[in-house]
């Protein structure tokens, strides 16, 4: 402390923000509310449209769900306010609703007066990754039935031909059966997916004594039954990059 003055206290410097980026999935909406507002309301007849004094977008149809942006784990806003450009247009930037989890989202639109009041609200569902006018998109009816159910069971065996090199994808299947005309000299299973069971159904034909190399990814595979019209059986679970049997393969004959 020279002279006998206290150190000046340094400031510190105030934390900035990091800026959460804009996911492609985002879309900047125009609309003239003269183009917009319906003709119900508004009929042709009338001299004199209501002047609009805010536009605000709503997210809505997520239900219980918290609404996320996809493939960025950040929450999608819930409610927006359009900025006014003067002269009845209003222009914001929305996620795109197929850029929101879960599916079904929507946003009703309220336009409301210079009072306040609101004057009407229309829901429309925003396209993902582009600029959007409002005036060209159809309504959304929110309380249309919902799109129906995929099945509980779906089929994930795939039967496939005899070849000497043989591919199993894991990507879309986790059973597979062929039946051995000839020998498979070297076969692959890619795209199979962590922590999914994969079954292998490897059937000799009359003849019998095929030869069947398996994937290379598959670990301690059981050797196939040479007789004729047997089968084998084996059940692998994927883990990083290879597939481990769950039990000892199972002869059919």
């Known amino acids: 402390m020279p002279n006998g003055l206290p150190k000046r206290m340094e400031k510190e410097p105030k934390a900035t923000a990091t800026p959460v980026p804009v996911p492609p999935s985002a879309s900047q909406v125009f609309l003239n509310t003269y183009n917009v507002l ?3 309301m508004f009929p042709a007849a009338q001299m004199l449209t209501p002047v609009i004094g805010s536009v605000t977008f709503q997210l809505a149809g997520f239900g219980s769900q918290i609404p996320r942006i996809i493939d960025t784990g950040f929450i999608a806003k819930a409610t927006e306010e359009a900025t006014d450009e003067g002269g009845g247009f209003f222009s914001t930037y ?6 929101i989890d879960p599916v079904g989202t929507y946003y009703a639109v309220t336009f409301a007066d210079e009072n306040g009041d609101i004057l009407q609200t229309v829901a429309y569902i925003i396209p993902a990754g582009s600029q959007v006018n409002l005036g060209e998109l159809q309504p959304y009816d929110p309380n249309q039935p919902p799109p129906p159910l995929p099945p509980l069971v779906t089929n994930q065996l795939l039967v496939l031909p005899w070849s000497q090199t043989m591919e199993f994808p894991g990507d879309v299947y986790t059973a597979f059966r062929v039946t051995l005309t000839g020998d498979v000299t070297s076969s692959t299973a890619p795209d199979t997916v962590s922590g999914n069971l994969y079954t292998f159904i490897i059937q000799q034909d009359a003849a019998g ?7 290379t ?18 059940t692998f679970v994927m883990a990083t990059s290879n597939l481990y049997p769950i039990s000892a393969g199972t002869w059919y004959l």
């Open 209 to 215: 004594g095929h030869l069947f190399a398996w994937p």
């Open 217 to 234: 990814n598959l670990v301690n595979a059981t050797p196939i039954n040479p007789n004729p019209n047997s089968r084998t059986v084996q």
């Open 94 to 99: 929305l996620i795109g609703n197929s850029g």
């Open 38 to 40: 319906s003709a119900p």
